[in-house]
């Protein structure tokens, strides 16, 4: 025989640990996705409360428990992850984002009794349902922030696009319901935001780049001004809040108690800002308490949609390179 155990040794496969390790750019995806729901999640429990009654009742809200005025099971997320659920399944059945895919999808979503629904995505639906223009008419009241609880499924397609048609496919989303200036402008600042998070890009780089701009162009969004307590659904509202959050803090736990604890819309920015939060920090920065405390079929979903549309993303990319 002339094995030897030097021969072996050599010639033996290296074993490696199995562990499902996904590139830097997917994990980021999923925390994104993950991230948005525990926001959603979390801050359920105290939307619509002022932060003196969550301080009163909870000292800190920080744990997802379910209840509030939704009376939702622990762990159970609303209409913000629900609709972006809806929106990602649309753009991958398509392979791209379209206004009419994204409707029928919204409008089957509503067919579905969610636990909640903002009015204007139920009033513009209905029209939807009568004109089959997916594009609502432009309105200066529809300022909402319903067009960009849902953006993320368009910010994880899109990536990697150029910013034109990344513009596009935000408006395509989210004229759907909210045809406004300024929810647009929002909308298109938190997908960059969300891409540029996603490529590594300092913090402080894209709250001068992309907050910076939003500023410099619509003035009434600056955040850096007083403390934004009890944020409305409005969207200048939700934008400030989230960016005090945001870039107060450096971890994604503190970003999502500091902003769920200002109460007012708190599902929502707890949404928008676990979705930064998520795309900045990865997943290795949320707090396993929250990951398990999630409703374990809503994060399944979130983790599989944020890898197939991050998956999409190359394959338009390759497309548009041909
Ligand atoms: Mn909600
Ligand atoms: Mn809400």
Redesign the pocket.
């Known amino acids: 025989m002339f094995w030897s155990g030097e021969l072996i040794a050599r010639s033996a496969p290296v074993r490696r640990r199995y562990t499902p390790e996904r590139l830097p750019l997917a994990e980021h995806a999923v925390a994104a996705y993950v991230g948005l729901a525990i926001g959603d999640a979390l801050g359920a429990t105290v939307?619509f409360m002022t932060p003196n009654e969550i301080r009163v009742q909870y000292k800190v809200h920080e744990d997802i428990t379910g209840g509030g005025w939704l009376r939702l099971k622990a762990g159970q997320v609303?209409d913000?992850t629900t609709m972006s659920l809806a929106l990602g399944e649309a753009i991958l059945k398509k392979g791209r984002v379209d206004a009419h895919a994204a409707a029928e999808a919204f409008d089957a979503w509503m067919r579905a009794k969610p636990v909640d629904i903002g009015n204007t995505v139920r009033r513009n639906l209905v029209t939807w349902r009568k004109s089959g223009n997916p594009e609502a008419e432009l309105s200066q009241h529809d300022a909402g922030n319903g067009a960009a609880m849902r953006l993320l499924p368009v910010a994880l397609a899109c990536y990697g696009q150029p910013p034109e048609s990344t513009i596009l496919a935000s408006r395509a989303q989210a004229h759907v319901t909210h045809h406004n200036t300024l929810s647009d402008a929002a909308c298109e600042t938190l997908i960059f935001m969300v891409q540029d998070f996603l490529a590594g890009r300092d913090a402080i780089e894209v709250e001068r780049e992309r907050a910076g701009q939003l500023v410099e162009k619509f003035p009434v969004f600056a955040w850096d001004r007083k403390r934004s307590e009890n944020p409305s659904?409005y969207i200048v509202d939700t934008i400030q809040a989230v960016f005090q959050s945001l870039f107060a803090t450096e971890c994604f736990e503190d970003c999502l108690i500091d902003v769920v604890n200002r109460g007012g819309?708190a599902?929502?920015t707890g949404a928008i800002a676990g979705m930064l939060a998520g795309a900045r920090y990865g997943l290795q920065s949320i707090p396993r308490r929250w990951l398990r405390g999630l409703d374990e079929l809503t994060r399944v979903r979130c983790e599989k949609q944020a890898e197939a549309l991050i998956a999409l993303s190359g394959a338009i990319q390759e497309s548009l390179n041909r």
């Open positions: 939307e609303t913000d659904g819309d599902d929502t």
